[in-house]
Each structure stands twice: as structure tokens, then as C-alpha cells.
């Protein structure tokens, strides 16, 4: 589990380009100029490509935050 | 206000000058015709910017020049006559008017050794490119002005209303908008045609710095632009003119939106401007 | 840009327009004097990080398109590197005289992106699809016209129409997901064709999404023993005319398949060129048949149009036999 943590939140921070030293888990859509409309999609390619996931088009409109994300993926099995 | 004592005397010659250039090539054009009624309205307004207001010298391509837009194209003979005024354009050019493969059509194409800045004849699409200009220049932060003569029947083209809204809000102070209202456009009034309304409430309403003159007399426009006081808006003025003005058989006659000038008319003419 | 299998991935999932917009952020760091100019449709180009990055870059002219293309040109003869993008049919035949005056006849260098042409918004209605683009734009002079085959050859379209000394048009077809055709780096040049796939019995020209179909209808040809060539015609304007005279020397057929009405795009710039050659083989256009269709999704209007992967094949093997 803690091996999909790690992956998680590196994919958060490679896809959106954010300073690791700067990174909080309580980031959420818009609040940071990375996560804006094209920093989404880069997250959610990223997030697929990742865990060999393809996610339906509701699920990447409520992935609103870093925390929402945790609760989608279990949908598609992904246990952080 | 003080009056430079020579300014408005060589304004007036220099129409004079246009108006002989105009007939010339009016008469040249032959049996091509030409749009002589247009060109001569805005002869005044030409005069003034040229030979006073802009900022210019005789290398047509300075990059610290002021910029005009003859945005009402087919009144070329104007431009052509005034660039010719400025040694840019040879009076020997100028005969080649409408000639075949001459860089003088009946609508300005563009030609940077010979002054013209900017292909024009398609009406509504001048004062686009004006905010363009205008945008770069605040750009650079040059303090040059653009210049750009529209005519009235040119205001029916919505393209220059989505012109008009854009240089308000992109507060151009550095662009002027001069409406030519003769009150005519090709097949008759613009009352028979389109009527305009009240055109200076439009542009007032669009955000501009709108005025009103004679546009065929020097005074009144040697002191619109002599006026340096203005806010941040850019600046329309309705310059009320004559279609035709300077020849008693063209003014107000909408015959002469495009039509032959034959040797009789043109010795008329001549003898006119004595 | 960094190219590489992750970031090919990621472009492709995002679709051409973000990715025209990520390339768009991109050109703006190293060009100084670039200009990008849109119609109130920044975020549909993916253009949003680029108007916050770069806002002495950027202008929004409301929906206004004639006045963006003369500014453009005001702007482009002031010495501006200038970009204009909105929607395909506003951004070609909304302002097509602007288009003419200002960029054909009076050359002020302009790079014109249109997004969403072809199909991808049919469910919006035929206003908002464009299938007319290409026709249009190849009759009026010094305009080179481009359409990427997938997202990652949308940045190398954008990249050597900046640099270009001449006009261009990029029409962006496809949508989000859209499929990947070049999966590593390759070489890109205006006006030159590129063959995907080699064949011996037909040639298939495409260009934009509709490149990525004829490689599936290539490999479902072969399944049926017909050898295909596929030919990835990029820059419809100017034709690459030594990759048609190739595919008329080496195939027994000829076949175009764009997502644009079969009068005036690809297949007719294709015929027209066919025309000077005697006893060239058949030319095959599949495309628009020329009409509004009732509106759809684009995989619903792709089958409608006979632009599916089903459908080509179908199409091309009842027509080879017959040649």
C-alpha cells in the first residue's frame, strides 16, 4: 500500500510539475496554477498510464483534490 | 491659441496641389473612370494630416513615422496625390494611374517604397488593422499616432463596429478614426440606403473621444489637431465634407462616385483652381 | 519540448487543441515577440496557462473575428510573430475576406490555427463542424495549409509554421484520445508527405485524424491479401507532388480519405495534380459527400460520412476489384 502512496503522490508531482518540497496533500484543482484545466489532464494521463487505469469521464470531472482522488481510485481497485 | 502664421496657408496649398494631382489622374484614368467625388471630400483632411498634424519625412519607411490607413481605399487618388506632395510617389508614377501592371490601382495596394502601408478597398477592414498598428506602437512604446479616414457608407460594415468596440476597450488614445460623412455612398444617399442615424452619437457610445467639424475646411481641422489635450479614449471625428468639393460641376454630385473625367472637364477644372 | 514515450502519451490523451496550447506556452519563452490572438476561446485552444503566463502576449478580441484578423496583420506588420486560433469555421470562413485581403493579397505573415475542424463537434451541430476549411483556403495564394495526423505532430505543425516565412493554416482534427501515429521523434518539413507505410499494390493519402484510420484500413487490407502503402500528406498546400508521382508509378490505385468534403480538400488538390498525367491510375476520394448530415458524435458521424475503418475498407475493396 504505502508503494501506491509513494506512486501517487510522484505522479501528482511529476504530472503537474510542482516542487516536491512545496507538494501537500491537501492540494486541490485550481488552488495552484500547476492544476489548472491542462495540468487535469496531464494528471489524469499520467494517473492511467500509471495504474493501467482508464477512468470514466465523471471520475476525472469530480477530481476535485488530492484527497477526492484516494476515494475514486478505490473504485478502480487502486488501494493507497 | 497660437497660429503658427504659415501653417494654415500651406495647408491650403497643399490641398490646392491634391486637388490639381486628382484631376490629373481623374483625367488619365480615361475611360476606366475613377472615384473622383471620394477622393476629393477628404482632400482637406489629407491636406492637414500631411502637411501639418503627422509626424513624417521624406523616407516613406521611417519607424518612428505616425501611420495612416486609407481604410476607405477607393479614395486613393487622394493618397496617391498627398504621397506625391511628400516625394515619395513621382509625379511622372502618378500618370501610371490604373495603367496595366502599375503599383497605382484603383484601390491601394501595398507598397512600402512608395508610401502605401497598407493594401485598402475592401471597405470595413481599415480600422482593424489601425488597432493593430496602435497596439504595437504602445508596444514599443513609441508615442506615434495612426491615422485612419473611413468613410460614411463604410459604416454600414459591422467589421468596423467590432473595430470601434475593441480600440475603447483597449483605450488606443493613440488611434483617430476620421469618418469622412459626405452623406453619400455608391448608388445614393446614405439616407436612401442605410441611414447612419446619429453617427456621432455610435461612436460616442462606443467609447470614443468624438467630434464634430467642417471636414473641408483647414481652420476648423488645423485646430482640431492642434489640440493637444485628450483623455485615454481614442478619437473619432465626424468630418461633415462635400462629396466632390472643389470643382463646381462634381461637388455633391453623387454622379462622381466613379465616373469619367473627359478633356473638357478637366480644362474646366484647371481653370477652376487658378 | 521534451520528447519522449510519457509525454507522446500525455498529448495524445489531452487532445491537439491542449497540446497546441502547452506547445503554444512553450514557443512563448524562447520568442519574444510572439503575439496570440483568439476569438473568447482560450480555454477551448488550451490556451488558459498560456493568457496567465504571458499576458503582454496575448489578446482577446471577444467574438470578433474579421477584427482579429486585420489586427493580426496590423500587428504582423509591425514586426509580430503572430498566432491567431478560435473555432475552424469562424477562424477560416467567418473572416475568409479578411483572410484574402490581409494575408493572401497583402502577405502579412500570419500562422492561423483552426480548432475542432472536421467532425469532433457534431453533437453541436454543422455550425460548429467544419468540412469546407481546406477548400476554401486553398484558392486564395500564399497559404500553406497543414493538418497534423495526431497531437504530437500538432507541436511540429506549430513549430515550422512559426518559422516560416509564409502564411500557414493548421487545422486541427480529433479529439481528446486522440490516437498516436508517430511514437518517437521524426523529421517534419512543410510540404513534404510522409510514408507511414509501404505497399505494393495501393495508396492510401490522408491527412489529420483520418491518417491514424488509414493505418488501421491498411492493416485490415492486408488481412484480405491487398497491399497498401499509407501516405501521411501533412501539408495539403502545396502538395508534395513527387509523393503522388511515386504512388502513381509504383500502385495500381490511388485512394484519399479526409475528414473534409470531397470537393476541395485533399482528393481534389490530389486529382488536380492527377489531371496533367496521362493514364495515371484511378483516384478513389473518400470523404464528405458533399452535404449536412443530421448531427451526431464524431464516431457516429465518421460511420455516417463512411469515414469508419468498416466502411473504408468496404469501400475500397468494392472499388479495387472493379479498377
Known amino acids: 500500500m504505502s508503494d501506491n502512496s509513494e506512486k501517487y503522490k510522484s505522479i501528482f508531482i511529476e504530472s503537474l510539475a510542482i516542487d516536491k518540497n512545496s507538494f501537500s496533500e491537501n492540494v486541490k484543482y485550481n488552488e495552484i496554477p500547476e492544476w489548472d484545466s491542462i495540468g487535469h489532464m496531464t494528471l489524469m494521463s499520467g494517473l492511467e498510464d500509471g495504474f493501467g487505469i482508464s477512468m470514466e469521464t465523471d471520475d476525472i470531472v469530480d477530481f476535485s483534490s488530492y484527497k477526492k482522488g484516494l476515494e475514486i481510485l478505490k473504485k478502480y481497485k487502486i488501494d493507497i | 491659441m497660437n497660429v503658427a502664421k504659415n501653417d494654415i496657408p500651406k495647408i491650403k496649398n497643399f490641398s490646392k496641389a491634391l486637388r490639381k494631382s486628382i484631376l490629373k489622374m481623374a483625367y488619365i484614368a480615361g475611360a476606366s473612370s475613377s472615384h473622383f467625388g471620394g477622393a476629393l471630400s477628404i482632400v482637406e483632411i489629407v491636406s492637414t494630416l500631411f502637411s501639418f498634424k503627422m509626424k513624417i519625412n521624406n523616407d516613406p519607411n521611417w519607424e518612428d513615422r505616425d501611420r495612416f490607413i486609407l481604410s476607405k481605399g477607393h479614395a486613393c487618388l487622394a493618397y496617391y496625390a498627398a504621397l506625391s506632395e511628400m516625394g515619395y510617389i513621382s509625379k511622372k508614377e502618378l500618370e501610371t494611374f490604373e495603367k496595366n501592371d502599375s503599383n497605382l490601382l484603383g484601390h491601394p495596394v501595398i507598397n512600402r517604397k512608395l508610401g502605401i502601408d497598407f493594401s485598402n478597398g475592401s471597405l470595413g477592414m481599415g480600422l482593424s488593422l489601425g488597432i493593430g498598428v496602435a497596439i504595437s506602437l504602445k508596444k514599443k512604446n513609441k508615442d506615434n499616432k495612426v491615422y485612419v479616414i473611413l468613410g460614411d457608407g463604410e459604416c454600414n460594415e459591422g467589421s468596423v463596429w467590432e473595430a470601434a468596440m475593441a480600440a475603447s476597450n483597449f483605450k488606443l488614445d493613440n488611434l483617430y478614426a476620421i469618418i469622412d460623412k459626405n452623406n453619400f455612398q455608391q448608388t445614393g444617399s446614405n439616407d436612401e440606403i442605410m441611414s447612419l442615424g446619429s453617427l456621432d452619437k455610435k461612436w460616442e457610445s462606443f467609447g470614443w473621444e468624438t467630434s464634430s467639424l467642417n471636414g473641408n475646411n483647414e481652420e476648423e481641422l488645423y485646430k482640431y489637431f492642434s489640440n493637444n489635450n485628450h483623455s485615454n479614449k481614442p478619437k473619432a471625428l465626424i468630418a461633415n465634407t462635400i462629396k466632390g468639393k472643389g470643382f463646381s460641376f462634381s461637388e455633391n454630385n453623387n454622379d462622381w462616385h466613379h465616373a469619367v473625367l473627359t478633356k473638357n472637364l478637366y480644362d474646366q477644372g484647371l481653370k477652376e483652381l487658378e | ?323
Open chain 3, 1 to 323: 519540448m521534451i520528447i519522449n514515450e510519457r509525454n507522446i502519451k500525455m498529448w495524445s490523451t489531452i487532445g491537439s487543441r491542449a497540446t497546441f496550447g502547452i506547445s503554444a506556452l512553450e514557443l512563448a519563452k524562447k520568442i519574444n515577440n510572439l503575439m496570440i490572438l483568439t476569438c473568447d476561446v482560450s480555454t477551448s485552444a488550451g490556451l488558459d496557462r498560456y493568457r496567465k503566463t504571458f499576458p503582454e502576449k496575448y489578446l482577446d478580441l471577444g467574438i470578433a473575428e474579421q477584427n482579429m484578423i486585420g489586427i493580426a496583420a496590423g500587428l504582423s506588420s509591425e514586426g509580430y510573430n503572430v498566432i491567431t486560433t478560435t473555432f475552424a469555421p469562424f477562424q477560416t470562413i467567418r473572416c475568409c475576406e479578411q483572410i484574402k485581403v490581409n494575408i493572401g493579397y497583402m502577405k502579412q505573415k500570419i500562422c492561423m490555427v483552426g480548432i475542432a475542424s472536421g467532425l469532433a463537434l457534431g453533437n453541436l451541430g454543422y455550425t460548429h463542424c467544419c468540412i469546407e476549411d481546406i477548400g476554401i483556403l486553398r484558392s486564395i495564394p500564399g497559404i500553406s495549409i497543414i493538418s497534423p495526423a495526431d497531437s504530437f505532430e500538432t507541436i511540429k505543425s506549430l513549430e515550422a509554421a512559426v518559422k516560416c516565412s509564409n502564411s500557414v493554416y493548421i487545422r486541427l482534427t480529433g479529439s481528446k484520445n486522440n490516437p498516436i501515429v508517430y511514437k518517437e521523434d521524426y523529421e517534419f518539413q512543410i510540404g513534404k508527405a510522409i510514408k507511414l507505410r509501404e505497399g505494393k499494390d495501393l495508396t492510401i493519402f490522408s491527412s489529420g485524424a483520418m491518417v491514424y484510420t488509414s493505418l488501421k484500413v491498411a492493416e485490415e487490407l492486408e488481412k484480405e491479401k491487398v497491399s497498401c502503402n499509407v501516405v501521411n500528406v501533412h501539408t495539403i498546400k502545396p502538395l508534395d507532388i513527387s509523393a503522388i508521382d511515386e504512388a502513381v508509378k509504383k500502385s495500381k490505385f490511388l485512394i484519399s480519405v479526409e475528414e473534409h468534403n470531397i470537393i476541395g480538400g485533399l482528393g481534389s488538390a490530389i486529382s488536380e495534380h492527377l489531371a496533367d498525367i496521362s493514364n495515371s491510375p484511378k483516384l478513389l476520394r473518400i470523404g464528405i459527400k458533399d452535404e449536412y448530415s443530421k448531427g451526431g458524435s464524431y464516431d457516429f458521424l465518421k460511420e455516417k460520412h463512411g469515414l469508419s475503418v468498416d466502411k473504408i475498407v468496404k469501400n475500397i475493396l468494392s472499388n479495387f476489384k472493379k479498377a
